[in-house]
């Protein structure tokens, strides 16, 4: 519903719904379930299941709204729409996991912040047209 009321330009709507997303889920307890489901989906297939399609589909779906908005409106450039959501979407993953992690590949707490403006200005840099 956002995306469609949204009357700014995609790359404040992308802005504002990845930031809005890591409020919410990366600075939330929310934020261990991808590291979680990752190391048991094997064990729990019916669950990994579920967590694929109302989870990490639904998510790639609404990445892939807003790409196509800025394709639409001019502002991004043509990406593979079967690729692009799920590539965009990964380095939030990986800032999860890397906050659940000890020791390894970990990033200090107080860091992420930067992490997701840096990923939000690199994300954007290969979308918009030059």
């Known amino acids: 519903v956002?995306?469609?009321?949204?009357?700014?330009n995609s790359?404040?709507?992308?802005?504002l719904l990845m930031t809005t997303?890591?409020?919410?889920?990366?600075?939330s307890k929310l934020s261990g379930?991808?590291?979680?489901?990752m190391a048991e989906a094997g064990?729990?297939?019916?669950?990994?299941?579920?967590?694929?399609?109302?989870?990490?589909?639904?998510?790639?779906?609404?990445?892939?709204?807003?790409?196509?908005?800025g394709i639409d409106?001019?502002?991004?450039?043509?990406?593979?729409?079967?690729?692009?959501?799920?590539?965009l979407i990964s380095p939030m993953v990986m800032m999860m996991m890397w906050k659940h992690s000890s020791c390894v590949c970990k990033v200090e707490p107080d860091k992420l912040k930067e992490h997701l403006e840096c990923y939000i200005d690199m994300a954007l840099q290969s979308l918009l047209l030059k």
């Open 33 to 37: 379930l991808p590291k979680l489901m």
């Open 43 to 69: 064990n729990f297939p019916e669950v990994a299941q579920f967590y694929q399609e109302e989870v990490v589909e639904r998510g790639e779906r609404l990445a892939e709204k807003i790409i196509q908005r």
């Open 2 to 8: 956002l995306i469609d009321q949204f009357e700014g």
């Open 11 to 15: 790359a404040d709507l992308f802005t």
């Open 73 to 87: 409106r001019g502002e991004f450039r043509q990406v593979n729409l079967a690729l692009a959501p799920r590539i």
């Open 21 to 27: 997303w890591w409020e919410n889920v990366g600075e």
